[in-house]
Structures are given as structure tokens and as C-alpha cells.
């Protein structure tokens, strides 16, 4: 069993930079391959990055790539993303998610724990 707490979103200005945390409990957080997802109104989830468990690989959906960047304190037991060069187009709410798969997936469907969403807004 894994619980995941968001944190950090807010309101920012184009070009500005926000940090969303995903505070994890639970045992066996190295264990858990991490991923962060946007969802907008009227859409589903879509994979914006994610940790392999391992922390030796991550990946990034290509509009955020060279932008954003996530990250993994184990010892935390959390999960970050840090968002730079912000636009419009980036306002969303972003959840935090965990999946016990071996590589890191994009479908949404492959999690298995969610956090609850932190709200994003880049006001141009």
C-alpha cells in the first residue's frame, strides 16, 4: 500500500518555474516506479515524466523535454518535478503516480496508486 500527497502547484506567469513534490508512505518507496501525469478538462490523464525505480532512467513526454525534471530522494521517500520555462499550454492538474512495473510506463491505466492532484495555472 502506497498514499501520495502532492504539493507546490500554484500560479505562475509565462516563463516562470514551480516545483510539485509527491510525498510518499508506505514501505519499499525504491521499489516504485514513479510517474507525474497532467490531466485538463474534459481529457484524460497524459503521462508527462516518470523515475524508474531504479533511478537510472527517466523519461519525458516531448513537450516538456529540456523544461521540466523529475527527480527521487529515496531516503525521502519523495518524488519531485521541477518545472521551468512554464506555459499557458502547461495548466493542468498534475497527480503523482506509482506502478511496480519494471520500466516506466505512459498509460495511466499501469498505476496503481494516485495521489490527488495538485493545480497548475500559467497565466500568459
Known amino acids: 500500500q502506497v498514499q501520495l500527497v502532492e504539493s507546490g502547484g500554484g500560479l505562475v506567469h509565462t516563463g516562470g518555474s514551480l516545483r510539485l513534490s509527491c510525498a510518499a508512505s508506505?514501505?519499499?518507496?525504491?521499489?516504485?516506479?514513479f510517474g507525474w501525469f497532467l490531466q485538463t478538462p474534459g481529457r484524460v490523464r497524459e503521462f508527462v515524466a516518470g523515475?524508474?525505480?531504479?533511478?537510472?532512467?527517466?523519461d519525458y513526454q516531448d513537450s516538456v523535454k529540456g523544461r521540466f525534471t523529475i527527480s527521487r530522494d529515496n531516503a525521502k521517500s519523495a518524488v519531485y518535478l521541477q518545472m521551468n520555462g512554464l506555459k499557458p499550454e502547461d495548466t493542468a492538474v498534475y497527480y503523482c503516480?506509482?506502478?511496480?512495473?519494471?520500466?516506466?510506463?505512459?498509460?495511466?491505466?499501469?498505476?496503481?496508486?494516485w495521489g490527488q492532484g495538485t493545480q497548475v495555472t500559467v497565466s500568459s
Open positions: 503516480a506509482a506502478t511496480q512495473y519494471d520500466r516506466i510506463r505512459i498509460n495511466p491505466s499501469d498505476y496503481d496508486y
Open positions: 523515475s524508474h525505480w531504479s533511478g537510472a532512467s527517466t
Open positions: 508506505g514501505r519499499t518507496f525504491g521499489s516504485w516506479t
